[in-house]
């Protein structure tokens, strides 16, 4: 099966702290991958190394099969990849509509969702066009965090934590977006604390701990092992 990731051997630092420890996965084109593991892990950190968001890095990350390794952010982007980080970056002053009117397309060949997409797959976006980022609720910023990745064109998706802290409902409707960007044939990697949330949608799992990756399995292995995920992750 086409990879549309695959990270070897990598080691990443912030300043002299060295964070990841020859970590290896890889990511099949449309699957849905999930990072479990404790807060301080690593996690976060591969997706941010992914990014080219860290320090030093070291070993291999190939995106569509092109090396970025040494590649800055921005062209990591144009290969098709987007970011959804813990923090959001929605611009408090501009409506919800303006902040999804600002991402430049990062693919030649997918011109990403129109407007009118993004709004059926997010009616609450489509309700609160005109408010300020900073009237929105944590859901919907949330909400509007994904949607202007979607607006770019990438087709490779790393979202950190984002059903972290939300209602019920929204977290609901983020599995349901997830659902339909698969169907879509999307790649989408998260990093997920809500197992609940993460369990009906992956189609894998990583387990990291340390820097490392230390268990991997399928979704129809999860039944199996999870007295293993209680014994790594207190699920």
């Given amino acids: 099966m086409e990879k549309a990731l695959e990270v070897a051997n990598l080691h990443a630092w912030y300043g002299e702290s060295h964070i990841l420890h020859d970590l290896s ?27 080219g968001l860290t320090g030093a890095r070291r070993g291999s990350i190939k995106i569509n099969g092109v090396e970025a390794i040494q590649m800055p952010t921005y062209r990591i982007a144009h290969l098709g990849v987007g970011y959804c980080p813990e923090e959001r970056g929605i611009f408090a002053s501009l409506s919800a509509e303006e902040n999804l009117m600002l991402p430049p397309s990062v693919s030649k060949t997918d011109r990403g969702m129109s407007i009118e997409e993004i709004y059926d797959m997010f009616p609450n976006l489509a309700e609160r066009r005109n408010s300020q980022g900073t009237r929105l609720s944590g859901g919907e910023q949330q909400m509007l965090a994904v949607a202007r990745i979607l607006r770019t064109g990438a087709r490779l998706l790393l979202l950190d934590e984002i059903s972290e802290g939300l209602a019920p409902v929204i977290v609901q409707a983020l599995a349901r977006m997830i659902t339909t960007l698969k169907a879509k044939g999307y790649t989408i990697v998260m990093v997920e604390q809500n197992f609940r949330f993460a369990a009906p949608l992956a189609d894998r799992f990583y387990v990291v701990e340390h820097g490392q990756i230390v268990e991997t399995f399928a979704a129809s292995e999860l039944n199996a092992k999870m007295p293993v995920l209680n014994e790594l992750l207190g699920v």
């Fill in 25 to 51: 996965f890889s990511v099949a084109k449309g699957e849905v991958v999930t990072l479990l593991g404790r807060n301080g892990a690593g996690r976060t950190t591969t997706l941010r190394a992914i990014m």
